[in-house]
């Protein structure tokens, strides 16, 4: 029996969630392997799930959570086309703000899920579906 050993390269987990208008993709997590950063591996998986999102789900926009400290995550996102839609009040463990950044998808023609929150909201005030 040989040993085999794995090892995560790339990983993308999403699902889809809410109604209404507020149909969307959501990414729960997204991570490539520090050796192999920086080849649009992450690219790669957030348009498939965003294809995903938008051809198969109907949904009107994908979106994802960022702590608020992490530029590099922030840059890349806004890169692919997310906008910082609100900050969530100590959505870390209590303690760090979290950016909700999102992208509208083609059922969303007048991109209302993108328009920007005035003002920060607390963790309390998400909903959750």
């Not at 889809?16 to 490539?32: L, N």
């Not at 790669?44 to 965003?50: A, Q, R, T, V």
Request: aromatic share 10%.
């Amino acid at each position: 029996m040989r040993n085999l050993n794995c090892m995560w390269v790339v990983a993308v987990m999403g699902k889809v969630e809410g109604q209404g208008e507020s149909w969307h993709g959501h990414v729960t997590a997204v991570t490539v392997a520090t050796e192999y950063r920086r080849q649009q591996l992450a690219k790669k998986l957030m348009n498939i799930l965003e294809d995903i999102s938008d051809q198969i789900d109907k949904a009107y926009f994908v979106d994802l959570f960022v702590r608020a400290s992490n530029t590099p995550a922030i840059k890349m996102y806004d890169k692919l086309g997310y906008v910082i839609y609100r900050r969530v009040l100590r959505y870390y463990s209590g303690e760090e703000d979290g950016l909700d950044m999102r992208k509208a998808l083609s059922r969303d023609v007048e991109k209302k899920s993108i328009i920007p929150l005035k003002r920060p909201v607390t963790p309390d005030e998400l909903e959750y579906d």
